[in-house]
């Protein structure tokens, strides 16, 4: 661990841990030239890079991205007796064979096999401080077939071959971040395990299958253009809790409401790419997220201002990054585990993505329930598929209007971040979800309290016997009446009767009652066991189960009878539905966040307790955080971001304002153990 005081140096234990955390900064692709690393070929931009020795003294880390160029002065530059390297070696790629001619002595078979060489020589030397990233984003440059699959199943299998199969029909435009996995079964004899493999990924759909695959630590960029970081942050810590490996996050500079890479003029005006505003909170959120890596993309060319006189000095965006480094890594490295009593269970093959309203590639149907799955994170993450406004989606006024606005500071329109939507939105509930898929097993279902399952999984005989085992030990189960592939009285607690009514009123059994107008739900005949928690009713006529409860040893499985918990075709998740959601998460939460809607996370520590507030609006946030039962009471409050002591409104209680485009990283020492809440405000 690094002592405060020292805050440039950088330790990592040779074995990693589930609580490690590796701040990674980059070296720029191409040789060594004059001190500084530089593209093989100029950049379109003409941008110089500062040496990654000046990046890493005024930036603390602890890891190195050394990007497709693993020569001998390289990785020892990287010092692998202290920071980690992740190395980007893409066998197959056209990138790689552009990097290899900078060798011309060397026949492109003699470089690879000269570099893998080196590779698992400092693997066996330094451990898990050396990986060996063996493809970048490859699911981003799949090529897609013209016709439909004709199931999902079929989609996956197609996908599975991209990477292991290398068949040119797949891939017209060789030039892609990919590996070559052939090659490394059978001229490398690559063992997943013993040679630290590493796989980037882009899409939330793939999250999951790189760690099927053998891969033990698998990270996913993310930037404006790609969708939320919160839902894909979720993917990953959920496929890496249901493997038992390491994650992490890449953060890229590039798009925005200025398309292209995040780098600045000499006046220190910044050009294009995403704003050090949302670069901060995306790094503030994925740290307390629990990311094992996270990486700064561009590092040399986005943190770095060459000035009029030919020096260098750190740009905003560098100076983030600076005061970031010495948060996570000098002042406050045990940041606590997060804070996820929840997981969300979709089927292995679903090929979902966010925001694009696409399951694989566009190649299958969007159906109903990849609907349900939409609904569901637009419920969690109000504002989540809104669009960060990029050059590519202007017309040509707007697009010229928001160049001389970069150009110009202090013209109107110069300021991007609200534009800057979409990325990190509000949570509902704070970020406590995981994204497990229908194969995770019971032992790691059971660190979960709710399981939320979505979209269109079927329930198979033997997934209702693990759930019914998952509901026994204590765990709650919520599906939908679509989810069953066939009917078990007794596990669902219930037998459909065929019938299907409309009814307009729904009422809890906690005391809610929803007006949803004309709404259908299927009817069901109930088992002992079984009761309906929310009844629908029209007039004085016979009530019907909207939503059963099946209690199961100490837990219970809750069906929803509206199909796919809508309100009907082309319309959102019944309100009814949210309420059930709304009942069964918050008695897991500690805390209550009470004021307008704010995106924030909370993680725990023996008798420390840490909420994140990220305020993502362009106005300032004023709320209270405070407990959710008499036990747990602060004993007082810090700003660990700014150092600030922070007074208590109550022992239960604290007010609290967060700027716009800000955050506050508050941490709570309790008088006791934390507890959950008991599901009810004070």
């Avoid at 030919?310 to 983030?320: D, H, V, Y």
Wanted: contains cysteine.
């Amino acid at each position: 661990m690094i002592r405060p005081g020292n805050e440039t140096a950088a330790y990592l234990p040779v074995k990693m841990n589930r609580e490690a955390f590796v701040f990674s900064v980059e070296f720029d692709q191409g040789e060594a030239l004059g001190g500084q690393d530089a593209f093989p070929s100029p950049t379109a931009t003409g941008i110089e890079y500062t040496s990654i020795e000046q990046t890493r003294a005024a930036i603390p880390c602890n890891g190195v991205r050394i990007w497709t160029n693993p020569d001998e002065r390289r990785m020892a530059r990287a010092d692998t007796a202290r920071h980690l390297a992740m190395v980007d070696f893409w066998l197959l790629s056209d990138q790689q064979k552009n990097v290899a001619k900078l060798y011309p002595d060397e026949p492109y078979q003699e470089y690879l096999d000269r570099r893998v060489a080196l590779l698992r020589r400092y693997m066996a030397r330094d451990g898990e401080r050396v990986w060996w990233c063996i493809c970048g984003e490859q699911d981003g440059g799949v090529v897609w077939p013209a016709r439909l699959f004709n199931s999902k199943r079929e989609a996956y299998e197609y996908y599975r071959q991209c990477y292991f199969e290398n068949d040119p029909a797949r891939y017209p435009n060789t030039n892609r971040k990919m590996a070559d996995f052939i090659m490394m079964r059978d001229r490398y004899r690559v063992d997943f395990a013993r040679d630290n493999i590493a796989i980037q990924v882009s899409r939330c759909f793939s999250t999951h299958y790189p760690y099927e695959w053998g891969a033990r630590l698998v990270w996913c960029e993310r930037t404006g253009t790609l969708g939320s970081g919160q839902i894909a942050a979720a993917f990953m810590r959920g496929a890496a809790r249901q493997y038992g490996a390491y994650w992490g996050m890449d953060i890229s500079g590039w798009g925005g409401c200025m398309d292209g890479a995040c780098f600045y003029d000499r006046d220190g005006r910044q050009i294009s790419g995403i704003s050090d505003s949302l670069v901060l909170r995306e790094i503030i959120a994925y740290f307390y997220a629990g990311a094992n890596y996270l990486h700064l993309e561009s590092t040399a060319s986005s943190c770095w201002i060459k000035t009029p006189s030919g020096g260098w000095e750190l740009s905003e965006f560098g100076r983030k990054a600076q005061m970031f480094g010495k948060h996570a890594l000098a002042r406050h490295p045990d940041r606590g585990s997060p804070l996820t009593p929840c997981a969300i269970m979709l089927e292995h093959d679903h090929g979902w993505d966010p925001r694009d309203h696409r399951i694989w590639g566009g190649c299958l149907e969007y159906g109903p329930g990849d609907l349900m799955i939409d609904d569901l994170f637009n419920f969690l993450f109000p504002g989540q598929e809104d669009n960060c406004c990029f050059a590519g989606n202007l017309d040509d006024a707007e697009h010229i209007r928001r160049r001389v606005a970069a150009e110009n500071a202090a013209a109107p329109g110069a300021d991007w971040r609200p534009l800057e939507k979409g990325v990190l939105a509000a949570s509902r509930f704070g970020d406590c979800f995981d994204v497990v898929l229908e194969n995770c097993p019971l032992e790691v279902l059971l660190q979960y309290r709710v399981l939320i399952i979505t979209g269109a999984l079927q329930l198979t005989a033997d997934l209702q016997k693990k759930l019914a085992r998952y509901a026994a030990a204590g765990g709650e189960v919520v599906l939908n009446i679509r989810h069953y592939a066939q009917i078990s009285a007794d596990f669902a607690g219930f037998q459909a009767t065929g019938k299907i009514a409309s009814y307009p009123k729904f009422h809890t059994a906690w005391g809610n009652v929803w007006d949803e107008g004309p709404m259908v739900v299927e009817v069901a005949e109930l088992r002992a066991g079984a009761a309906a928690c929310i009844e629908a009713r029209r007039g004085h006529q016979p009530t019907v189960p909207a939503v059963v409860r099946h209690a199961m040893g100490k837990g219970a499985v809750y069906t929803t009878m509206a199909h796919y918990a809508r309100k009907g075709i082309g319309k959102p998740m019944a309100a009814h539905c949210q309420d059930l959601l709304a009942h069964l998460i918050r008695p897991h939460l500690p805390v209550a966040v009470d004021g307008l809607p704010i995106q924030y996370l909370v993680t725990v520590r023996p008798q420390r307790l840490t909420v994140i507030l990220i305020n993502n609006q362009a106005e300032s946030w004023t709320g209270r955080i405070k407990s959710r039962n008499d036990v747990l009471r602060f004993t007082s409050a810090m700003d660990i971001w700014t150092g600030a002591n922070l007074p208590l409104t109550s022992p239960l209680s604290l007010d609290v304002v967060c700027g716009a485009f800000d955050f506050r990283v508050i941490e709570f020492v309790t008088s006791g153990p934390i507890q959950a809440g008991d599901g009810h405000d004070n």
